[in-house]
């Protein structure tokens, strides 16, 4: 069954080279081209798997499609930065100083109350990223 639901209902493919049929048929088939960037542009907002009338797991499929090609070397750079953010910080964006005005202004504290402030959190995640073999390389 190659209904094309998934492809069809991607928010991603309306606006990028992304088709998530033919990813997933290439994770079936075994021909899955680890340098394509496509691979990159799921967000990962599962409407493939609720959509899909086989109950396809497909967003799941896709992550580990990307452990796999993290493991082989073929991240792209912003990929790689935002890896590196997490292991610097705890998070994937990096709080700046605007950020910190405005939480000021809004009456919270300069950081929130997350690795920001608590460092033992901070190792927490590092100690993940390691056991899965991400490093901060």
């Known amino acids: 069954m190659k209904c094309g639901t998934c492809s069809g209902s991607c928010p991603s493919g ?8 033919a990813l997933v048929e290439a994770r079936a088939t075994g021909t899955i ?5 496509s691979l990159w542009y799921c967000t990962t907002c599962y409407t493939c798997m609720e959509r899909c009338p086989r109950s396809i797991d497909i ?11 993290y ?7 912003p990929h790689k930065a935002v890896l590196t953010y997490i292991w610097k910080t705890g998070h994937a964006v990096p709080i700046n100083d ?10 919270l504290s300069e950081e929130p109350p997350t690795t920001h402030r608590h460092a033992d959190a901070l190792a927490v995640v590092r100690a993940l990223m390691e056991e899965e073999g991400v490093t901060n390389e």
């Not at 081209?33 to 960037?37: R, V, W």
């Not at 605007?98 to 009456?107: D, F, I, S, T, Y």
Request: proline letters at 2%; hydrophobic letters at 35%; a positive charge.
């Open 14 to 21: 309306r606006v990028v080279a992304f088709r998530t049929r």
């Open 98 to 107: 605007a950020v910190r005005e405005k939480r000021v202004r809004l009456g």
């Open 59 to 69: 967003t799941d499929e896709i992550l580990h499609i990307r452990e796999e090609a």
């Open 33 to 37: 081209d680890y340098d394509d960037p």
């Open 71 to 77: 493991r082989l070397g073929k991240v792209l750079e």
